[in-house]
Each structure stands twice: as structure tokens, then as C-alpha cells.
């Protein structure tokens, strides 16, 4: 059949393969050639133009120039738009702060924190030397760049390599006012970008003169004043519209540093840096020398705007709070009633300051920048007392709310509660013997890797042994430790192999709200400064009893009265007998972290919890008079006794879960009573005496035994401690 269709040409009849193939093969061709001479044609074409020398240099410059640019306007793209994130995050306008006027518990004004801000004088009012004295010092070039000063940038970096340090900034005041507005004072390169980007944007948003007016409105100049007009009423008590010559260069050499120049800090920095503006203007151009020789001669005089006895350290804390709890910006003027008790934080204070060795001629032997730390509050979270250094006037940083130091055996408390909570009892059989976790085993403070004798935890803790400590946190699991930890609010411990050893930095006030845990039968207790906040229209905002919740359970009531019981003997027979008090229990720990770095002293007794630290700053080793090294049962713990010492001011406070009433309590409970069953209106004060001398013996007795009745009912234990109902008027 196939042989049939071939012979009679059958398949060239359907289809001419053979032409198809050829037509194909010819078009390929000619296109082929078509364009190659078309390419020669273009070729010939532009060869006229071809450059030789320095044109074509000059041209593939270019070229590389277009490219990079391209290319560079993507990155620039890139990198500007969290700059404009910043921008829509926020109402740039307006200042995101708050004046806070400070009270204690009892309503009594102690102090403000906060802006101080007065926008309202024009920028034609304030003096001409003011405005140029600010121009002189930080941008002189102000009216002339975009921005962006460029070449004093490159002016200022030459400047400074000449002189192997930073004698000259390079930012412009736009620039300021950028980081101003919506940046933070971090030191970063994407702080700086966005800096630059964001000058670009005010330049080309608002005018000189605007730009100019906001910065004198917004720069911050110490004392929590920002702006000229607030400074000047800080510093010296009157309107910017009223300042001379020297005062206006004094409020001028704030701008660069105004913690460091603050005249109210260091009078003398402060005018010599006056002077220096006074030469700024010189040299720029806008006065001469016998312009500004009055100013010299006569440097400028601030009031004082600073009470001696202000509780500076636990304002700070307090206003730190009120910027965590208070989301309503709407209103910027604020009133806090808080919860400090005054006496208590001068007797912090000067606890701290009789406690530290001041400077020896030997050197070597004492470390003369050792500082310290308190926080002393009520076992529900109250913060009654905070002392965050040893001078507030020398460093404002509080090492009691922010300084994060290895709390050394302080810690071995929480591995020790999570052991109780999984079975273990104070009385559990441990070893002191050598443990292992990877290649790491603990030491004693001795210096052995253990004794290999059998011991009881309260033992273990009582004498702080690191071997036990270490093997119960590997027994029971790392992890959980953290676990627990983190529900007390401690935030920052990790499962290290040295974890039991507290080798994670917290902060006293964190440290002090775990170990009040244990002082109010288990429950977590979270610090808090605020008992209420108001605002300008006197309507509360704030109530930490209506909107705080309720404290979660953490311990068990068991756990709770076999920890008092171990940390009470840590206190009388083991490493904290500095801290003994006569007249109640106390309970803690001491801590020393490796190399003498940090030593910590957290105890409690039925009325306040207390943390101490003591260190350095710069983390070097700290050591005691006569070369001994820092230990959480030598200076801490002294600070922790004087203080607690007369902190109690009367025996009017419960007695800790798991211990038997102490024989002085009971002694002084007993004397009141016997005191006011002979005279009813004992221990009252102004018009509750008065109001006594109105109710017989009868209605006061009936009164006594109604209230004891209802603090039965209420389950709150009969301590004594008001056996008289009217003890409460005399207090409100």
C-alpha cells in the first residue's frame, strides 16, 4: 500500500514538505543577512560619533554617574522611608509629655517632674541677643543652608581630627529640631539618617523664621524646662522678654548639654560656658568685643529653684510610672497622689550615706566610688522609699529602678520556692558535693567544690552553698525557675548552667517585688508610686485600687511558711547577722556576685520589704576598708539594719506566715493595751482626742469590741494595732 502512494507521488499530493522545508531555510537566510547589514549600517552610523580622549572620559563618567545615581536614589528611597514613618507615628506639633505636680499619701505637695514648656512669647519679643547668641553657638549658617550644612559638617570633621576628639558638632539647628521632634537621643547611625532626612522635610515644610521659633520653643534646657521662655522663668524667675545680655548667653550654652552646663547643677561650668557663647558672637559677627565686655564682667546670677530635701530619686521613679499608666494624652497636666512616706525616704537616704565608706588615702585598699541603691516598700508592691546613688546633684541616674546587676545568692531563693512548689521541703536531704553542667561546676564561696556532706536546704541556704543551690536548679528544671521568676515580674534571667548563682543583671525595685512574695502569704506584688492621678480638671484618670487587678496567687501558703522560716535563719545564724532587728523577725538573703562586683542585701520583715545594693558603675571589683573584698553580709547589710531600724515606728504590723509572734511585739502589744484600757483616748491626736472626751467608757469599750468583731469577720487577725476606733479619725 505504502510502495503504491510513493509510485504515484501520493504524499507530494497532500503536502509539499521538500518546499516548505526550502521556503523556510531561504527566509532564515535572507533575515539573517538583512540584519547584519543593517547592523554595519548602525555601526557606520554611529561610529561617526565615536570619542576619543577626554570626551569619552568625560562621557562614560556620565554614564556611571546616571547609574549610580539611579541607583542611589532607590537606596535614598529606601533608607528615608522610616524617617517618614516617624513623621505619620505622631502629631509633631505636639509635645508628647506631661507636668506632673507630686504628692504624698497624704495629699501633701513634694515635688513636680515633667515639661515646663511656654511657647507663648513671639519670636520678635525675644532679645536680639538671645536669638543670636543661639545662632552663634550652634548654626551660624543657619539662613544659609538646606538644612543640611555641608560644608560646616566637612569644617566640623576636620576639626575634630585635628584635635583626636569631638571639640565640634556637626548639626545644624534644623537638625536639632528634627531629633527633637521625633527622634530619640540614642547615638546610632539610623538615628543619624533619619535625622537627615527628616531636616530635608522641615525645610521644606516651614520657614526659617518657623523652624527658628520652634527650636527656641522645644530644645530642652534642664530642670525639666523646654524652651527659652520656661528656662528663663526656671533659671532666673523672669520672661525671656526681661533677660540681659549674660543671661541670654547662659540660656544659650544649654542647648548643647543641659544636664552638664544647668547652672542650678554646676554653677561654675555653666558660666564658663557663657563665656564662651559671649566669644561665639563675637566671632560671628553679630557683637564686638566692647558689645559684650559688660556681659563678661558681670556673668548672670540664677535663683535657686531647688529644695534641698526634695525625694528626688523616687520622683523620678514615680514620673516614670505616670508615662507607663497614662495613655490619655489629652491631657498634659497632671496631679499624682503617690505612695511615699517621707520619713522613711530620708532615713533610706541617710542609711546609704552613714553606710558607705567615703574616700581613704588609701586608695588601694577602699574603692571611693562605691554607690548604693534602696527601695523599701509594703508587701503589696506600695514603694515607700527609693534612693537611687549617694548625691542626686552629682548623677541623676537611678540604679534602683534602672541599673541591671547580678544578684548573686540573692537569687538561690527563687531555685529554693520552686524546689517547695515540686515537693521539697525546708527539711529535704541535699549534697554538698561536686555537680557538673557541661563543663562548668560551681564552687562554694570557700572555694571547694563541695564538702560532700548531706545537708538540709534550710541549711544549704542558711550558709549559701553554691554546689546545692546549682544541683537543685538542675533537678528541677531550669526553666521552671525562669518560669517563676518571670511571674513575679522579674524580667531578664535566663537557663544558664550558673543560672541558680544569679547570673542574669535585674534592678533592685524588680528584685524587691519578688522577694515581697514572701512577706504577703504568695501573691505577687507589682511596685507601684500611684495611688491616683488627676487631671487638669480635677477628674481621676487613675486609681490603682479600681484598675489594677487583682494580685495572682504565686506560692502556696506551705511554700510561703517554710521560706520565712529558712530566711529568718539566714538572719540569726548564717551570712546575714548584720541585719538582726530585736524587736521582730527578720527575714533575707544576701548576694555577692563573682569578683566583689555587686553586693546585695533583700530581707522583709511583716510591715516592709527592702532591697540594698552596693557597687560601682563601672563594674570594677569593690572592696572594703582594710582590702577586703564586697560581701552581701558587710556593708548591704548594715545599710538594710539601719534603715529597717527605724522604719518601724511602732510593733502595729502582722507577724510573717510560719513564725510565732515575737517576744518584743508581744511585750509592746501588751503595754498599749494595758495603756488604753486605763486611759481610752491614749495614742489619739487633735480632734479624735477631742471627740473621745465626748463618748464614755461603756460606748468606747462597745465601739473597741464592734471593731474587733468586724475585723474578725473580715479575717483580718487581731494584732492590736487599733483596739481603739477612734485612732482612725484622728488620721484623716
Not at 530642652?220 to 524652651?227: I, L, V
Not at 517585688?513 to 487631671?535: D, I, R, S, T
Request: overall charge positive; proline content about 4%; glycine content about 10%.
Amino acid at each position: 500500500m505504502s510502495d503504491w502512494f510513493f509510485r504515484q507521488g501520493g504524499r507530494d499530493r497532500l503536502v509539499n514538505w521538500l518546499g516548505i522545508d526550502a521556503w523556510i531555510d531561504s527566509n532564515l537566510s535572507q533575515s539573517w543577512h538583512w540584519l547584519k547589514s543593517r547592523d554595519m549600517a548602525a555601526s557606520s552610523f554611529f561610529a561617526r560619533f565615536k570619542l576619543q580622549g577626554w570626551p569619552r572620559i568625560a562621557n562614560e563618567l556620565a554614564s556611571e554617574g546616571l547609574t549610580l545615581g539611579a541607583g542611589g536614589l532607590v537606596v535614598l528611597y529606601v533608607l528615608a522611608l522610616p524617617a517618614f514613618q516617624e513623621i505619620d507615628r505622631k502629631n509633631w506639633l505636639a509635645l508628647d509629655e506631661f507636668s506632673v505636680t507630686f504628692q504624698d499619701r497624704n495629699g501633701n505637695v513634694i515635688g513636680k517632674r515633667g515639661i515646663n514648656l511656654n511657647n507663648a512669647v513671639p519670636i520678635e519679643e525675644i532679645p536680639d541677643y538671645m536669638v543670636k547668641a543661639a545662632l552663634a553657638t550652634e548654626d551660624r549658617r543657619f539662613f544659609e543652608h538646606i538644612g543640611v550644612d555641608f560644608f560646616g559638617t566637612f569644617r566640623a570633621l576636620v576639626e575634630n581630627v585635628r584635635a583626636n576628639s569631638v571639640v565640634q558638632g556637626g548639626s545644624t539647628l534644623t537638625q536639632q529640631l528634627a531629633k527633637n521632634l521625633f527622634l530619640s537621643p540614642e547615638r546610632s547611625i539610623t538615628r543619624k539618617l533619619k535625622e537627615v532626612f527628616l531636616s530635608f522635610w522641615l525645610e521644606s515644610r516651614l520657614t526659617k523664621q518657623q523652624i527658628l521659633k520652634l527650636y527656641l520653643d522645644r530644645a530642652y534646657m534642664g530642670g525639666g524646662a523646654f524652651g527659652v521662655e520656661a528656662a528663663s522663668q526656671f533659671y532666673f524667675g523672669k520672661s525671656i522678654r526681661d533677660i540681659n545680655m549674660a543671661e541670654g548667653a547662659m540660656l544659650a550654652g544649654l542647648f548643647k548639654a543641659p544636664t552638664k552646663y544647668a547652672p542650678h547643677v554646676n554653677l561654675a561650668a555653666s558660666r564658663a560656658r557663657a563665656n564662651e557663647v559671649l566669644s561665639n558672637l563675637v566671632e560671628a559677627g553679630f557683637y564686638t568685643s566692647g558689645q559684650v565686655y559688660n556681659a563678661r564682667l558681670n556673668p548672670a546670677t540664677p535663683i535657686e529653684t531647688r529644695t534641698t530635701d526634695s525625694p528626688d530619686w523616687y520622683l523620678d521613679y514615680a514620673y516614670a510610672e505616670i508615662r507607663r499608666k497614662i495613655t490619655d494624652r489629652r491631657f498634659s497636666v497632671l496631679t499624682a497622689r503617690t505612695t511615699i512616706d517621707l520619713d522613711l525616704q530620708k532615713a533610706a537616704e541617710e542609711a546609704v550615706r552613714a553606710n558607705i565608706p567615703r574616700k581613704s588615702r588609701r586608695r588601694r585598699r577602699i574603692s571611693s566610688q562605691m554607690t548604693s541603691a534602696l527601695v523599701s516598700m509594703e508587701p503589696d508592691g506600695a514603694v515607700r522609699a527609693v534612693v537611687g546613688g549617694l548625691d542626686y546633684g552629682e548623677s541623676q541616674f537611678n540604679r534602683a529602678t534602672s541599673a541591671k546587676r547580678q544578684p548573686g545568692s540573692s537569687f538561690k531563693i527563687y531555685v529554693y520556692a520552686t524546689a517547695l512548689e515540686n515537693g521539697y521541703t525546708s527539711r529535704s536531704i541535699l549534697r554538698d558535693s561536686g555537680v557538673r553542667c557541661g563543663r562548668w561546676s560551681p564552687k562554694n564561696y570557700s572555694g571547694s567544690y563541695g564538702s560532700g556532706r548531706r545537708v538540709n536546704m534550710a541549711d544549704a541556704l542558711r550558709v549559701s552553698l553554691n554546689t546545692t543551690a546549682v544541683a537543685v536548679s538542675l533537678k528541677v528544671g531550669r526553666k521552671n525557675v525562669v518560669k517563676l521568676v518571670n511571674r513575679l515580674g522579674i524580667k531578664g534571667p535566663r537557663a544558664s548552667c550558673s543560672m541558680a548563682l544569679g547570673d542574669t543583671g535585674i534592678t533592685p525595685l524588680s528584685h524587691v517585688g519578688g522577694y515581697a512574695a514572701f512577706a504577703n502569704n504568695g501573691k505577687k506584688a507589682e511596685p507601684y508610686a500611684l495611688l491616683e492621678v488627676f487631671n487638669s480638671r480635677g477628674e481621676m484618670i487613675y486609681s490603682h485600687q479600681r484598675d489594677e487587678p487583682e494580685p495572682e496567687q504565686i506560692f502556696s501558703k506551705s511554700t510561703v511558711k517554710q521560706m520565712n522560716q529558712m530566711l529568718v535563719g539566714v538572719v540569726q545564724n548564717g551570712t546575714g547577722k548584720r541585719a538582726q532587728l530585736d524587736f521582730t523577725h527578720a527575714a533575707g538573703k544576701t548576694g555577692t556576685s563573682s569578683g566583689y562586683r555587686d553586693g546585695w542585701f533583700m530581707g522583709y520583715t511583716g510591715k516592709l520589704v527592702t532591697g540594698v545594693w552596693v557597687g560601682r558603675d563601672d563594674f570594677r571589683p569593690v572592696y572594703r576598708p582594710g582590702g577586703r573584698g564586697l560581701t552581701g553580709g558587710s556593708i548591704p547589710a548594715s545599710i538594710w539594719q539601719s534603715y529597717m531600724a527605724v522604719a518601724h515606728k511602732s510593733m502595729a504590723f502582722p507577724t510573717l506566715a510560719g513564725l510565732p509572734d515575737h517576744p518584743r511585739q508581744i511585750e509592746e502589744r501588751q503595754r498599749l493595751a494595758a495603756l488604753r484600757r486605763q486611759n481610752p483616748a491614749f495614742g489619739l491626736e487633735g480632734d479624735a482626742r477631742k471627740n473621745a472626751k465626748l463618748i464614755s467608757a461603756p460606748t468606747l469599750r462597745a465601739l473597741t469590741t464592734l471593731t474587733r468583731s468586724l475585723r474578725a469577720a473580715a479575717g483580718i487577725p487581731d494584732d492590736g494595732a487599733e483596739e481603739n476606733p477612734l485612732a482612725q479619725i484622728g488620721r484623716r
